[in-house]
């Protein structure tokens, strides 16, 4: 009988391993929302005695508002199973929606079908350039993804400013209004486009070999390179799908709003990255899911809704998103701990 | 069985890096179903060696035949495509994959689904991961074949490695370091395999330092000193001593 294991470790594998607390830490982000739909919806009933779940406005306003960090989460999320970050989505996302009002806007006289589409098309490509550019920088040129990513943070910025000489840039579309603001079966178009989106990110990461390439690149780099995955072109890749993703939140941006500005992902960059470690990935790379993304971003923007519905002072909303994503990261930690040993190098 | 020409022969390989010389002018043989161990201090070359056999370098000078054809590798993909499977010590295994993934890992077997999207196939990937710690007699609970490899012991680990490399019916096995960061009795457990893999007609190189795992598997003991060959000669006739005084000159 081959009997690998030695006694030892394997006592030290299953002491550290309580399954229900194994458990409780991969589901929290679960716990946490149920629990924080409870909270708001008890305030809701007790101080206006009305429902904050079972309501169709709240539930719409809570939809859009978690759509774009969500959108910018989803590559952020590709990004940093592979060990990667991406800072660079919020102002890729302000250029992508500038570039789309003004196509469409020097597109005035035309069919205003066709002048959408090309704002889209025009506007989406641009947005794949900074992308193309990070990947680059950081699978070919070694640049750290922080790094690289944080230059063009301040590029996209500043070109997103200088396209849209320097204010907002508004168009008068009818489709894209209709884009923006229609509803296709009661639900916002922008929240169909953004459940769509992440039904193809969902599939393309848990059941495609790039998925599973993206988990081994941020598990172990150096056995990815030796397994012959081409980590150079796959983390190229990866900063490609994260500004697209930024560029579809851009899109969606200048429709909702019928004006493109640059500044339209700023305050979304901390909260995309939020999204994501608190649906359970881990900065180190190796881990995290889409769910987990998607659960991560309305956990925040129902903490974000839920404390103006229930008339907190909106300042309170920074301090409350803060101490979920220090305790995620916490959690996180004490999940390695519970799950054995420590990470090895990349 | 000794074919005509051997598994493996290497002529005069020689590589630089700038300039540093890190191996001047090595050549051997090996044949299937034989053991070769690479022994020298630190700098002395083996991993450069090893790496060019595997396809990660690319050497200055020098050509390997791999069954007789000259290889030119140029990535570790071509060589594994060929039957040259590596393990490396540290670097095997995505910590955070499951058995099967790392199996299968840059290889995944992929299904359709619904007719249409390709999906990798996971079911598929633990069967034969099972399959082959079975015919290897690695004993894995197979509750831990659905968990990250990061559960699993060192010497279950290095089982996986080594698997993965069965399944891919590597011709050609190079190890490097493959008992280093085992206990006793892993390690005892490794040479067995590696026993069992040379019974099976797989030719093995491995490196290593520790003198006693080189006496117990290797048939026979190639010695680099400073990127040059000091030495070749059957375990029968090598002592400890030598192969000490080999790999530190004098």
Known sequence: MAQLRTSRAL?????????????????????FLFLLLVFFE?????????????NGFNAQSIALFAAAPLLLGLGQTFVIIAGGIDLSVGFVMGLAAVIMARVMQSLAGVDPGLALAAGILVAFLVSL?????????????????????????????????LAAGGTTVPVNNPWLFEMGNGKLLGVPIPVVITILVVIAMHYVLSQTRFGQHTYAIGGNRAAA??????????????????????????????ARFSAGAAQAGEPLLLDSIAAVVIGGASLFGGSGTIIGTVIGAL???????????????????????????????????????????????? | MKAEVPLLRCRGIGKRFGGVRALEDV????????????????GAGKSTLIKIISGVYHADEGEVLFDGARMEFDNPRAARDAGIETIYQDLALADNLDVGANVFLGREPETRFLGLLPRVDRRRMRAAAHEVLETLEIDIPPS???EPVRNLSGGQRQAVAIGRAIFWKARLLIMDEPTAALGVPEQRKVRELVHRLRAQGVAIIFISHNLQDIMAVADRILVLRRGRKVGELPRAEATGDEIVRLMVGG
């Open chain 1, 11 to 31: 006592h030290e594998q299953e002491a550290a391993r309580h399954p229900v607390l194994v458990f409780l830490a991969a589901a929290w982000p679960w716990f």
């Open chain 1, 42 to 54: 008890t305030w809701a009933r007790l101080a206006y005695g009305v429902s904050f779940v079972f």
């Open chain 1, 129 to 161: 350039i900074p992308g193309w550019i990070n990947g680059t920088l950081v699978s070919r040129l070694r640049v750290p993804a922080f790094i690289g990513t944080l230059g063009m943070y301040g590029v996209a910025r500043g070109t997103g400013f």
């Open chain 1, 225 to 254: 390179l030796r397994a012959g995955i081409n980590v150079r072109r796959h983390t190229l890749l990866l900063y490609v799908i994260s500004a697209g993703c930024a560029g579809i939140a851009g899109l969606l941006y200048t």
């Open chain 1, 299 to 346: 956990i925040i923007a129902i903490i974000q809704y839920g404390l103006v519905f229930i008339d907190v002072e909106p300042f309170w909303q920074f301090v409350a998103v803060g101490i979920v994503i220090i305790v995620s990261v916490l959690i996180d930690q004490s999940r390695e701990r519970l799950t054995g040993e420590a990470k090895d190098e990349g």
């Open chain 2, 27 to 42: 050549g051997f043989d090996l044949d299937r179903g034989e053991v070769l161990a690479l022994a020298g201090d630190n």
């Open chain 2, 144 to 146: 831990k074949l659905t």
